[in-house]
């Protein structure tokens, strides 16, 4: 789908609520002022659609494209029967990718240049798996990381499935001012956070906030459609990863849009339920309830964020101290309320602070510090 993400059509999907934070005063810093957002969720059937869809007042109906996969084992050659978006890369036995490879074949035969795995990024170190961009490939081939076991694949297509109508607020949706685009506005498939049989794969689950832990999702920078990668994001740790859903909280395209994650309930702010508290999601392993995630789309190594993405996160960081009454600049001692594990961190961290892992890119975690600054004053 080549529709650009501020369109309407990346506006908030399905039957909408307009939600007002009750009872949330006390997780508040004092004189923070909250502004009603409004929320939505999908309900389409996740299969083609060429009805119409019911509407309310102030909302429209938008389509967006079902996510198409193909998974695979081993590293023998694959072929799918759509244009691949997205390579999904999962093994066992090492969280290291050194001397792993993927090479992507076009329609008409040719082969392309190995390229390698990355840095394992972020996922890789959570005992996830790594994201790769094919361009629309016909398909690709694969080298397993030293030591891997239980290589596994999946091709993606966010882009060209079938139909998904669904119905999105008109209005753009805002935290404290701050506009973001909700789920349903960048297409999130609401079934994929269901088994077969119904049942919810990761329920909700919320404790007090603690921390924010800032990553980068180790992918190609100058992504020409940042919308149809969270799309693949979501399938990846939501399927792939049975994690239930997308492992982050926010996401931050290089634009500055600002995309909700991981579902919150239809009360409360994104992120957090009606009483301030904040959902857990899948960002850093062991180290997840109570710590808020947001990723940055893109790699970070060896260029820092584009300038509206510095100034978005930046944004979104500042409300969320706010409402949370916390210091920015400050060290904190996180404890896991579920097994009472410790760890000393900033308030306001990077992921290779609490694991293993390059994430948030070199650069990017050089600039936390300015952004603790730019937070806490304002500058």
């Not at 990761?202 to 832990?213: C, D, G, K, N």
């Not at 994650?261 to 994104?270: A, F, I, N, Q, T």
């Not at 009606?274 to 109570?290: I, Y």
């Not at 969320?320 to 410790?342: C, E, F, K, M, S």
Request: some cysteine; glycine content about 14%.
């Amino acid at each position: 789908m080549s529709v650009p993400p501020t369109s309407p059509s990346h506006r908030a999907k399905s039957r909408v609520t307009r939600r007002t934070v009750i009872g949330a005063v006390g997780a508040v810093a004092a004189g923070a002022v909250i502004t009603p957002t409004v929320m939505a969720t999908t309900g389409d059937s996740g299969g083609a659609d060429t009805g119409t869809a019911d509407t309310e007042a102030g909302t429209t109906t938008e389509t967006f494209p079902k996510t198409r996969s193909e998974a695979a084992t081993g590293a023998a050659p694959v072929e799918a029967a759509f244009p691949i978006g997205y390579v999904g890369v999962r093994w066992g036995g090492t969280d290291e990718t050194t001397g792993g490879g993927i090479r992507l074949r076009d329609a008409d035969g040719t082969q392309g240049e190995w390229k390698s795995l990355g840095d394992g990024g972020c996922s890789v170190a959570n005992g996830g798996g790594v994201l790769i961009a094919a361009g629309q490939a016909a398909g690709y081939e694969l080298k397993a990381p030293d030591g891997a076991t239980g290589l596994r694949s999946l091709a993606l297509d966010t882009l060209h499935g079938p139909d998904r109508k669904v119905t999105v607020p008109s209005d753009p949706t805002r935290l404290r001012g701050v506009e973001y685009l909700t789920r349903a506005a960048w297409g999130a498939d609401e079934s994929l956070r269901f088994k077969a049989d119904g049942t919810e794969n990761s329920p909700t689950a919320f404790f007090p906030f603690q921390t924010i832990t800032v990553h980068h999702t180790a992918m190609a920078n100058d992504d020409p459609d940042p919308a149809a990668t969270v799309r693949a994001i979501y399938q990846l740790h939501a399927v792939t990863n049975d994690w239930g859903d997308i492992g982050y909280h926010f996401l931050i395209d290089e634009a500055g849009r600002i995309y909700e994650g991981r579902y919150s309930g239809e009360d409360g702010l994104p992120a957090h339920d009606a009483d301030g508290k904040l959902v857990t999601a899948f960002h850093v392993g062991g180290f997840n309830s109570g710590n808020l995630g947001i990723a940055l789309l893109g790699t970070f190594t060896e260029q820092g964020p584009k300038e509206a993405a510095r100034a978005s996160l930046t944004k979104l960081v500042k409300v969320l101290v706010r409402q949370h009454g916390v210091d920015p600049q400050a060290r904190v001692t996180y404890t896991n309320p579920i097994n009472g594990t410790q760890k000393e961190v900033a308030e306001i961290s990077g992921h290779r602070d609490w694991l293993s892992t390059e994430c948030p890119g070199e650069v990017m975690y050089g600039e936390l510090d300015r952004l603790r600054t730019a937070v806490a004053t304002g500058r």
